[in-house]
T-cell receptor, first 113, second 112 residues
């Protein structure tokens, strides 16, 4: 089975800190995605990547950046954390053209205080 | 653009009741359709999928049929269990970039 591993289940950070959320997948998937999940808003796409060093903005990229230096790893960066970035962050990966959908990680619940 | 509308919850049922969660979509072309489930404290898991019109996806007693004429993909289960309590997301994959578009999710609670 494909595994998508997010480095932390829970994080607490202070306002203004630079925060790194790491995601690693082990099945050589080309596509990787970062979502945030908030009550009543569902899943919203932050950034995605089709290939190493490739990235595209999703629906809510403001305040975030990403890095994909290796195919298996996709990092989400909060440049200067703010309280409105308190959320559940979900990473996913997929292989294009197979209609298999995504495989998700378990999520990182980030609290910014 | 693509969009997914699913019935808002929460939905509360007794064990062994019949479940329907409605999902309709808007998309160009011929999208693939999915249902994902999220158990408390976990990420999303693929529950079932359908890739073309009239396909029926099924898994763990859940079923959904891809209805192109009504642009719908309703989730059904004949007899729910307490262990089915979770959030259910309808999603579609369409276009050339393989992005999934999600509905907002429906919280299901099944009481003994």
């Amino acid at each position: 089975d494909v595994k998508v591993t997010q480095s932390s289940r829970y994080l607490v950070k202070r306002t203004g800190e630079k925060v790194f959320l790491e995601c690693v997948q082990d099945m050589d998937h080309e596509n990787m995605f970062w979502y945030r999940q908030d009550p009543g808003l569902g899943l919203r796409l932050i950034y995605f990547s089709y290939d190493v060093k490739m990235k595209e903005k999703g629906d809510i990229p403001e305040g975030y950046s990403v890095s994909r230096e290796k195919k298996e790893r996709f990092s989400l960066i909060l440049e200067s954390a703010s309280t409105n970035q308190t959320s559940m962050y979900l990473c996913a990966s997929s292989s294009p053209g197979t209609a298999y959908g995504y495989t998700f990680g378990s999520g990182t619940r980030l609290t910014v205080v | 653009g693509n969009s997914v509308t699913q019935m808002e919850g929460p939905v509360t049922l007794s064990e062994e009741a019949f479940l329907t969660i409605n999902c309709t979509y808007t998309a160009t072309g011929y999208p693939s359709l999915f249902w994902y489930v999220q158990y408390p404290g976990e990420g999303l898991q693929l529950l079932l999928k359908a890739t073309k019109a009239d396909d029926k996806g099924s898994n763990k007693g859940f079923e959904a049929t891809y209805r192109k004429e009504t642009t719908s993909f309703h989730l059904e289960k004949g007899s729910v269990q307490v262990s089915d309590s979770a959030v259910y997301f309808c999603a579609l994959e369409g276009g050339s970039n393989y992005k999934l578009t999600f509905g907002k999710g429906t919280l299901l609670t099944v009481n003994p």
